[in-house]
């Protein structure tokens, strides 16, 4: 235990003299004198008595400075030490160990290394000897060697734990101090053996080449002493590890292992040399032999293929004389078949005489036998097989022509089976004459008919030119006959446009190239945009897959298909020249725009499976088609892990980017253009992306098509499932500015709800986004709240499909049971327009219920927005049952006698006028006699503005009613005592209204109009009430009754406030069917039996003054 504490002070001791920690070395001597351990201060003892470097007065300074040693602390030091003197001893064997092992395995190398060392010393000892010598005087005995920065810092760490274990703590905090407070290297670059040479060191400087001394103190120097001695592992093995270290590398200071390392390190790099050498004849041999062995396979290759030549080059001279065989017995055959037909040939040229003789008589009397057979009997079609037999063996090519020009001309104007049987004939006949006579003969003919005045020879062009191409040349084919159908695509006709595109699908598989593509695909376009719906429906069925067959240029045809549709709407004026408005973006498209559009995308969704059949074949992950099959029908092949794949962007894939990049972006440009009433186009692109949708499956569904439209929209949508080359381009579709966000939800919120949402599999989504949108957002007043229009707008187009009826009056209920006004509002509005959409039994059941909720409410805007979607239903239904609900109900809203109550019931019923029924109409005419005649009283001037909207109300509905067919009795009674109150009101009239009423009344009147003006005059001259509603004015009776004041009175007296005149209630009731009720029912019982009896006769208006005063009187007025 002594051995080895005393060989750890030693060490420590050794550290601080040779890295000139003096003030610690000098703690560590009193201390260690203190201790009682005088034998390990012996070498500090000298060191500090040395006069040379510590003068006498400079240690009794430091003597001074020295605090006096705490007996107690001493001994508890002490006592600490004891308990670790366990531990000392186990690292003690440790390092003995340590010692031993490092012994052994020194002389090993030594022993390896004895051969190349002898070598080396007698190279040292040639050149080098002086050196070695001058290091070995000049190098301190005690140099340590280079360490690195971890090895210092395990070394002070390990010195300062060894004095805070041992007891030296005012040594320890000396050697902390200085170890911070050293931070500079002495200067290497002047040497006292080397003056003429300054050494620079680097980080991988070789020590070999460098003179020993600066070596050695470079090595010394290249840590730093600005260490943190407290982040260090506290634990007992590592302080005799950090000073072992150190041991060992003191060992290694001295001359003989200097020695023997340099002379390592001089080994090793020559034998690094060796090595390299070597390495590199070995790649030359490498090389070497791979060539070699190149030329041996090329020369084994030649041999085989010479080999194999020379066995096909004698295959085939057996062959070559058996073939010549058999070529001398046909060479025999033939000379004996030559001369049996020569023998033929003299006998039967005196029969082909008689033969020629017999066509040329057929030939002169066909054209005398053809005009004479009838018609009817259709018996010229017997005469073909003559007149084709004629045509193909007469000589004469005059007489030819001739006979070709009857055969089409056999009938004048031929049916479908006739046009058959002629054609049947030109084909047989192609086929006979060959390719030189069809052209020169047939095809002729066909260009001389091609502005024949009757369309069913034309027609018979049209359809000669895709069935004689096969038997012409092909570059006749693209040439002439391409010219001739052109020409029949121009044609007035719809059938031979119609036949015209269905001969040149035909046609386009015989064509021998690619030059006329372009002139094809111009054809396919104005053939596919015709405004006939039987050529657009031909071209799609037949010319289109044709031209995509033939041509294979998909791609430019979706490219070229796209710019149409776009350049259709473009072309198209705004519907405002307001620059930055809404509806300065919106087109107003005319009837050939708007079915051009239409049939394109026709046309688009009919090359939808070419679409999906080329994204399969052409994808480029071969992993996943193995696995799925590019048979794939349905959405399958799409699925998340292919996505997966194509997220990650590292392989183009053009013809499935086409549809979200250019289809739909395009197709959402297209729907911003449109304004709102183009449902029908709309409801195109719908079905597209719903066959979309079907066509490439779920999963394409919900991470490209759906994230593209929630973007376009300005909804939240992530874009994972895109590549990032990919993803700017979809983002440039979100709504930038308000302009751009209202376009997005008037026109592409109805796809996204219709097209998107709207599939089946989608329903439950689509009820989420359909209550975020109306009655969450309108809750909590997000971006839906001030778009309502606009998003009702859109729930009507999505209403117009069946199937989400339930959806969306679900989601209605919600709205009307609400407690939030606008919600109310909204349903109320939303109501309205889904009535055109919904049968009588949806009406009767959500529709009419829902309204009558709304119509019960306390607010007055609420109501009157109920007021407005009866009308609409009013005007869609006229069963008598919901006609009864209607009446009903518009009777409640009258019952508050409010004017906007009154003027909102009026204006919603005329909407219905034209479209409903008798007993609404009656309705409407009764009610505006009792509504004028409940309002007739003149009013103060600052109610004109009330009265004007009345009149024009009132005006309306007269108007509304005059165009339709009313029975005489309403017209007596209801029509023409209503338009006499309303011209009597003439301040409050518009002029062109009255004009209208004027004509109306004189119209309806039956040139009565002047005596019925002239009687209503001299009633009113009189102080009579002129008609019904006088009753209920200022200066009728029921008004001068409730005044208080007499008829025959002139003057009109206030009453005195102290007895004032009691005023009975004479307001009028309304039942449920629309009728007055009088307080009294007498009264009303026998004016109306006098009205009954005197309704036929015009002249009952002269009774008016004299009933009605006896109606009032049961009032007891």
Known sequence: MDVERSSLCNCVVNFLLEENYL???FELLHELLDDGRDAHAIRLKEFFSDPRQFPPDQISRLNNTLRVADPQSLLEEKEILVEKLAISEYELRLAQEDISRLKEELEKKAESTDVQLNGSNLNVSATGGPTLQQLKRDSPFSDLGPLKDNERKDINCAVKEYLLLAGYRLTTMTFYEEVFSESTLPDLSNDTNDQNKTWHFEKETDLSEVPYPQAITYANLLCVTDQNLDLWQNTQACIPDALRHYYYQYLSSTDEAAEEKFSILRENESLQKENDRL???????????????????????????????????????????????LERKELNNCRAEITSLKMHIEGSRSSKNWGL?????????LPKIVPYVLINHR??????PLIMCAIERHPDSSIRDSLTHTLFNLIKRPDEQQRRIIMDACVTLAKNVGEMRTESELLPQ?????????????????????????????????????????????????????AAAHNLALLLPLFPNMDKYYKVEELMFQLVCDPSGVVVETSLKELVPAVINWGNKLDHILRLLLSHILGSAQRCAPLSGVQGSVESHLRVLGERERWNIDVLLRMMAELLPSVHQKAIETCPFPSVTESLGTSEAGGTFFSTSLLELYEGGHVEWPAFDWMHTDCFTDLIQLACLLPQKEDNLRLRITKFLLAVSKLFGDHYLTDIMLPVFLVAVGDNATLKAFPSSIQSRILVLQPKTSVSEKLAIMCVLPLLLAGILGTSSRKDQLAEYLRKLLVQSTVREGWSANRTSEIIDAVRFLCTFDEHHGIIFNILWEMVVSSNI??????????????????????????????????????????????????????????DMIVDKIRVQMDAFLEDGSHEATIAVIRALVVAVPHTTDRLRDYILNLMIIIFQLTNTVPPATDVMR?????????ESIRALDATDLPATSVREFLLPTIHNLLKDSD???????????????????????????????????????????????????????????????????????????????????????????RCSEGKARAMKMLQRNNNDIHSLFLYPIIFPLYFQSLNL
């Not at 030359?284 to 041996?296: I, T, V």
């Not at 091609?450 to 040439?479: K, M, W």
């Open 822 to 879: 606008n919600m109310k509002m909204s349903a109320a509005n939303l109501l309205k327009v889904l009535v055109p959409y919904i049968d009588a039994k949806v009406a009767s059941t959500h529709v009419l219920p829902a309204l009558v909720t709304l119509g019960s409410d306390q607010n007055l805007s609420v109501k009157y927005a109920s007021i407005d979607a009866f009308g609409a239903v009013a005007q869609h239904f006229k069963t």
């Open 23 to 25: 003030l610690s070395a």
């Open 279 to 325: 390495s590199r004849e070995k790649d030359s041999l490498l090389r070497k032999k791979d060539l070699a062995e190149g030329q041996l396979m090329a020369l084994t290759r030649s041999l085989e293929t010479l080999q194999k030549d020379l066995k096909d080059r004698e295959t085939m001279v057996q062959d070559l004389k058996q073939s010549l065989e």
């Open 988 to 1078: 409050s009239l518009d002029p062109a209204h009255k004009e209208a009423l004027e004509i109306i009344m004189k119209e309806r009147s039956g040139g009565t109009f002047e005596a019925i003006s002239k009687v209503m005059g001299m009633s009113a001259h009189l102080g009579l009430p002129t008609s019904v509603s006088s009753f209920f004015g200022e200066g009728g009776l029921l008004g001068k009754r409730e005044s208080g004041d007499s008829l025959p009175s002139e003057s009109v007296e206030s009453p005195k406030p102290d007895s004032p005149a009691p005023v009975e209630d004479t307001r009028f009731r309304l039942n449920h069917h629309g009728k007055l009720w009088p």
């Open 446 to 498: 066909c260009w001389e008919q091609i502005n024949h005045t009757y369309e069913e020879r034309r027609l018979l062009v049209a359809q000669s030119c895709g069935e004689l191409a096969e038997f012409v040349r092909p570059e006749i084919r693209d040439s002439l006959i391409l010219s001739i159908v052109q020409q029949l695509v121009e044609d007035a006709a719809t059938v031979v446009r119609e």
């Open 357 to 365: 003789e017999t066509i040329q008589i057929l030939s002169d009397a």
């Open 379 to 384: 018996r010229r079609s017997e005469l073909l």
């Open 947 to 955: 009265r004007r909207d009345r009149a024009n109300a009132f005006c």
